[in-house]
């Protein structure tokens, strides 16, 4: 699976960006996504999760609220529309996919829990 990020760019605290993620894979319906983040010296975080099949989503905690996942079957893309962002949210954004199906939130949260990444695309919000 080849996935492609983008939208990502530099904005004002207060502002909003949509983040998209192309996949080149057939049946895209099959596969959950996730969106990371990794800023400079931290580890990645769990951003945001959208199951396949239920369309269940999970997000993490520092972006609840904010932060909206979407996917889109049709055109192989899952969203991550961000809203109220804050100079804390400035990372490099990566999804990611697994077509596995796991038992539980936990794993949808955890990075090693799937399988494809994309390069990543830098959000920098300044204060």
């Known amino acids: 699976v080849q996935l492609q990020a983008s939208g990502g760019g530099l904005v004002q605290a207060g502002d909003s960006l949509r983040l998209s993620c192309v996949a080149s894979?057939?049946?895209?319906?099959?596969?959950?996504v996730g969106w990371f983040r990794q800023g400079p010296g931290q580890d990645r975080e769990f951003v945001a999760a959208?199951?396949?099949?239920?369309?269940?989503?999970y997000y993490g905690d520092s972006v609840k609220g904010r932060f909206t996942i979407s996917r889109d079957n049709s055109k192989n893309t899952v969203y991550l529309q961000m809203n109220s962002l804050k100079p804390e949210d400035t990372a490099v954004y990566y999804c990611?996919?697994?077509?596995?199906?796991?038992?539980?939130?936990?794993?949808?949260?955890?990075?090693?829990?799937?399988?494809?990444w994309g390069q990543g695309t830098q959000v920098t919000v300044s204060s």
């Open positions: 959208i199951r396949k099949q239920s369309g269940m989503t």
């Open positions: 990611a996919t697994t077509p596995k199906n796991y038992n539980g939130h936990f794993y949808y949260m955890q990075h090693p829990y799937y399988d494809s």
């Open positions: 894979v057939s049946a895209f319906s099959t596969y959950s």
